[in-house]
């Protein structure tokens, strides 16, 4: 626990000096640990459609033991490398032991799928056991939908209603164009996959993919008031953000910039995202669709890529905001008498321009 902050007057022989900055312990807003064994297999650049065809192929391509092994091993780099916190995503129950045993603190998505309408109550009630499976081992969980082409609307709605009844919702928004044209135009790639599937695929609305979960959302409440965490909005617009804002109280929109770009060379509007005054907090998503879990990367993909964000504000995102959205800012997310955040050193810093280098790596001294 942090018992005081001020300035060192006089050097003392217990004193220790590092070449580098001192940050909070960062929150990995956004991850699939679940995926941790597909590091390397997936091709980049293939878009949506192209990324569900090697989830669906390779998803599975090892054994639960290898699965778990590799979960561990990303877990704890994840911590040893700063991170106190997770919103993680899963699917099945394979890293619940993981996390219990782990000091790294998480709160876990569990995620569902189903297009069919009819599937909705054996499938709610799935997530549901799956819930009580995780409370039973102390773990934070809950029902989360996961996007608006993966699901009916049904299900949409059912595992919203339980998520909003939690304080918590995570959804993933607008990532890939293909979303937006299937839902503006009912047309695209992700319709062509679907379709050729046999899955059913949502209505055709001829308005931007995110008001048509936000007006399921008003179906459940005319003010949402739990935490909402809208997760990579790589196409996000002025339009689709004036009306998330009118309707959710307490909005925090996720990046994750290297696995955007790995998927769709694409990044979300940072600048029209700041101008906004959006929450914006850093996740890592999974090694499927990205080379490593470490906030420290992402931190300079942004760099490169958005040069004139500061960097305080970019820790900023990787910290309190995260802390701030899994409602732990008392005790996470910033130095403050009283917190404990975890400390972490950032080293090589470039201090003429206040910024990370390439050979900027992170790791926890506290």
Request: proline residues 4%; negative net charge; glycine residues 6%.
């Amino acid at each position: 626990m942090i018992t005081e902050i001020g300035e060192l007057t006089e050097e003392r022989e217990s004193t220790e000096f590092y070449n580098g900055i001192l940050v909070p312990g960062f929150v990995n807003s956004h991850c699939h640990l679940e995926l941790s064994h597909l590091a390397g297999c997936f091709e980049r650049g293939t878009g949506m459609a192209g990324f569900i065809r090697q989830i669906n192929r390779l998803r599975n391509n090892t054994g639960k033991e290898e699965r778990v092994k590799a979960m561990a091993l990303q877990l704890d780099l994840l911590y040893k490398s700063g991170v106190s916190a997770m919103a993680d995503i899963s699917n099945c129950d394979e890293s619940f032991d993981v996390k219990a045993s782990s000091p790294l603190y998480t709160r876990t998505f569990l995620e569902v799928f189903g297009t069919e309408p009819q599937e909705c109550e054996n499938i709610m009630n799935t997530v549901r056991e799956l819930t009580k499976k995780a409370a039973a081992i102390g773990i934070d969980a809950a029902p989360t939908p996961h996007s608006c082409y993966t699901m009916s609307r049904q299900l949409i709605k059912a595992s919203s209603a339980d998520a909003i009844s939690t304080g918590w919702l995570s959804y993933h928004n607008q990532e890939s164009w293909e979303e937006e044209e299937l839902i503006m135009s009912g047309s695209g790639p992700l319709a062509q996959e679907y379709k050729s599937r046999m899955l059913k695929t949502p209505p055709v609305t001829g308005k931007p993919a995110l008001f048509y979960f936000l007006d399921i959302l008003y179906d459940i409440s005319q003010r949402i008031e739990a935490n909402i965490l809208l997760v990579h909005n790589t196409f996000t617009a002025k339009e689709s953000i004036k009306e998330a804002i009118e309707i959710v109280k307490s909005l925090y929109w996720a990046i994750c910039p290297l696995s955007n770009l790995f998927i769709h060379n694409s990044l979300p509007p940072i600048e029209l995202m700041r101008r906004e005054g959006l929450k914006i907090t850093l996740g890592t998503d999974s090694l499927s669709s990205n080379h490593i879990l470490s906030i420290v990367e992402e931190i300079k993909c942004l760099q490169t890529h958005f040069p004139n964000v500061p960097l305080a504000e970019i820790l900023e995102w990787s910290s309190f905001n995260g802390a701030a959205f899994l409602k732990k800012e008392d005790t996470l997310g910033s130095f403050e008498i009283g917190k404990k955040p975890g400390v972490v050193l950032i080293d090589n810093i470039d201090f003429n321009t206040f910024k990370l280098t390439t050979s900027s790596k992170s790791i926890r001294l506290v």
